[in-house]
T-cell receptor, first 111, second 116 residues
């Protein structure tokens, strides 16, 4: 079993839809959870960062972490065509250490 | 925000030659930098962890004599791919952890290496 599992999609939604992206993990030591957005042939861009369990909201984005279920989610409200990208979840057990990435979910938002 | 640059963004080299990729943190000091490799439609795989002033720590399966990493200052790390082969063609991405915000990492734009 891989440490981080993420459905690669692709996921296609119409503009304005609510998008739900998810990752599961097996290592209970993970405490730091991040979501990155990556456009084709570009480096990942940090979208959301959460420490331990709980929710975090930033504009149209909401990140949720449920450590008891080893499950994290990213919700995108009012999705836009510009949100079309690959979304990668990443996590680590200690601050300043390397991240373990999911495979990434490719999202396409059509206008 | 924290900015990380990489140079070059794209390089083509002949098999057997060496290529150096630079990673710079532009507006913060980075005690730790990480090098990842990403093949098409795959996720980022950690190659090595680089700490300023000390030897890099390589992940299992990554040849340290082939992928030379130098972290000479708090703002610069370099990755040299020696005796490159076509199977080394990939997207190489670095990330940096700010010394005062060590629980977040910022990524460079990546370097696409093509070995012919």
């Amino acid at each position: 079993q891989k440490e981080v599992e993420q459905d690669p999609g692709p996921l296609s939604v119409p503009e304005g839809a609510i998008v739900s992206l998810n990752c599961t993990y097996s290592n209970s030591a993970f405490q730091y959870f991040m979501w990155y957005r990556q456009y084709s042939r570009k480096g990942p861009e940090l979208l959301m960062y959460t420490y331990s369990s709980g929710n975090k909201e930033d504009g149209r984005f909401t990140a949720q972490v449920d450590k008891s279920s080893k499950y994290i989610s990213l919700f995108i409200r009012d999705s836009q065509p510009s949100d079309s990208a690959t979304y990668l979840c990443a996590m680590s057990s200690q601050a300043g250490t390397a991240l373990i990435f999911g495979k990434g979910t490719t999202l396409s938002v059509s206008s | 925000g924290a900015v990380v640059s990489q140079h070059p963004s794209w390089v083509i080299c002949k098999s057997g030659t060496s290529v150096k990729i630079e990673c710079r943190s532009l507006d913060f000091q980075a005690t730790t930098m990480f090098w990842y490799r990403q093949f098409p439609k795959q996720s980022l795989m950690l190659m090595a962890t680089s700490n300023e002033g000390s030897k890099a720590t390589y992940e299992q399966g990554v040849e340290k004599d082939k992928f030379l990493i130098n972290h000479a200052s708090l703002t610069l790390s370099t990755l040299t791919v020696t005796s490159a082969h076509p199977e080394d063609s990939s997207f190489y991405i670095c990330s940096a952890a700010p010394s005062d915000l060590v629980d977040e990492q910022y990524f460079g734009p990546g370097t696409r290496l093509t070995v012919t």
